[in-house]
């Protein structure tokens, strides 16, 4: 079935630093790709809608110059974190909506990203 | 504005017996609903998820879900609490176009 997959699982950096997380949709492509941020034992917030050939769009709040998506590919979704610092440590997800022909109505989320900033 | 809201963020239950997770949904029109579980340190499972046509759900472990439209309620239950079911549990709302919005989430304990 269809799987989305992101890498790193984890990643741990100096505060300053810039760290780039990438989700791949496996075996079906994905014109728009979702950014969630989870910060520790709370829900997940949306991020950004990441669009394939276009801007991401970014909700209410979000920095787009502190968080970077790039949609280089139809299975390609990059969010890369830009001078990162503490405060950005968090549980990054991605997700994918269905192909058209798979079957289901439902999203596909990546296992996860932990980033924790020094 | 789609949103969701989760009654309690913490439930405790003895293994054995009924679990009771509490959302309500606010909506202009019918919703998608889902219930995510996530284990610590993991992903996301879908358990079940409404999308207008049986009221009452039935979703994976033995968790089923029924749409009340005139509670605004989607409420997760399960007969009989396994230990392996403590976890975040996350009741989630398609805003349109696969853009979900999560509630606050509900930590269920087991107890022995």
């Known amino acids: 079935g269809a799987v989305v997959s992101q890498h790193p699982s984890w990643v741990i950096c100096k505060s300053g630093t810039s760290v780039k997380i990438e989700c791949r949709s496996l075996d079906f492509q994905a014109t728009t790709m979702f950014w969630y941020r989870q910060f520790p034992k709370q829900s997940l917030m949306l991020m950004a809608t990441?669009?394939?050939?276009?801007?991401?769009?970014?909700e209410q709040g979000v920095e787009k110059d502190k968080f970077l998506i790039n949609h280089a590919s139809l299975t390609l979704s990059t969010l890369t974190v830009t001078s990162a610092h503490p405060e950005d440590s968090s549980f990054y997800i991605c997700?994918?909506?269905?192909?058209?022909?798979?079957?289901?109505?439902?999203?596909?989320f990546g296992p996860g990203t932990r980033l924790t900033v020094l | 504005a789609q949103s969701v809201t989760q009654l309690d963020s913490h439930v405790s239950v003895s293994e054995g017996t009924p679990v009771l997770l509490r959302c309500n949904y606010s909506s202009s029109y019918s919703p998608s609903l889902f219930w995510y579980v996530q284990h610590p340190n993991k992903g996301l499972q879908l358990l079940l998820k409404y999308t207008s046509a049986a009221t009452l759900v039935k979703g994976i472990n033995g968790f089923e879900a029924e749409f009340k439209k005139s509670e605004t309620s989607f409420h997760l239950t399960k007969p009989s609490a396994h230990m392996s079911d403590a976890a975040e549990y996350f009741c989630v709302v398609d805003s349109g176009t696969y853009k979900y919005i999560f509630g606050t989430g509900t930590r269920l304990k087991v107890l022995a």
């Open positions: 997700s994918a909506p269905p192909p058209l022909a798979g079957g289901t109505d439902t999203q596909y």
């Open positions: 990441s669009n394939e050939g276009s801007k991401a769009t970014y």
